[in-house]
């Protein structure tokens, strides 16, 4: 089976495992029994069906995007790898503009 | 000193974060040179659910469009990669990023939230005309609804060791 390498925040949703042993003969098939394996991992991997745009998975050292995406073939063997893209931004300056939606909660 | 942040005002009932002075001067360094547009970099460490020991800091390149970097940083996956394996190699983990905030509040904006992980550490710098005025600790709840502040604990090294003694004389 294939392995896909979990990164060191998801690994809270995988009973600490930091690699995953996976089925199915695409990326998107191997991503499915993932989440299937590990549920909690669904909601920081997907926008209903569609990847997040900042979580990449890199076959070896590529990124699937730049291949078939998740309809990309894997081997028994093969290797995949989640990676966030880390990135931030500033709020706007004008506090009007930042809408209504509190973005601190006050309890744990 | 400019550089010390105490996050005793900011207190919450979350995990308590531990970090030097030494290295939260290291973080207000780089994100006041890098203003006006943002920094950031890797959070090193180790610790428990309830208490996490920053141990060391990697800055990264932010690789955002340039006319949009004062107000958004992105880095390359390559470098999370490179610097998971790192933090492997020295018995460490990647718990967390820093950034900054230029001429900003530091709180988490709605695009930190979208973009960002549980389980993660989250320290923001607000820069106000090229000085690093704030510094706060925050981590996505597990629903992504919102961030949680975590306490950040300022732990200040001895400026001068023997300097009583240095003074005699
Ligand atoms: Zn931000």
Known sequence: MAKIR???????????????????????????????????????LFNDSELRSFVNIFLDDEDI??????DTEIADDDNL????????????????SMGG???????? | MAFLFYGESHQGKNMVIHISHEL???????LEATYPNEGGGFLLGQGAADQMQIVDIVQVDNVFAEAEQHHRYAMRPQDW?????????????????????????AVPSEYDRE???PNFVYIITAVMMARANDMRAWQLRADRSAFAELALENHLQPQRRGADSAQDA
């Open chain 1, 101 to 108: 939606k509190p973005l601190i909660s006050e309890e744990a």
């Open chain 2, 115 to 117: 973009h960002a992980l």
């Open chain 2, 24 to 30: 939260q001067r290291e973080i207000a360094e780089q």
């Open chain 1, 6 to 44: 979990i990164p060191t925040p998801l690994r809270a949703f995988t009973d600490g495992e930091a690699s995953i042993e996976v089925a199915g003969g695409t990326v998107g098939e191997a991503l499915s029994n993932l989440v299937e394996q590990h549920p909690d991992l669904r909601a920081h």
């Open chain 1, 81 to 96: 790898r989640i990676i966030p893209s880390i990135a931030g931004g500033n709020p706007p300056r004008s506090p009007q």
């Open chain 1, 65 to 70: 995007r730049f291949m078939q995406g998740l």
């Open chain 2, 81 to 105: 990669m490179r610097l998971e394996d790192l933090a492997d190699e020295r018995g460490l983990s990647l718990v967390g990023y820093y950034h900054s905030h230029p001429d900003s509040s």
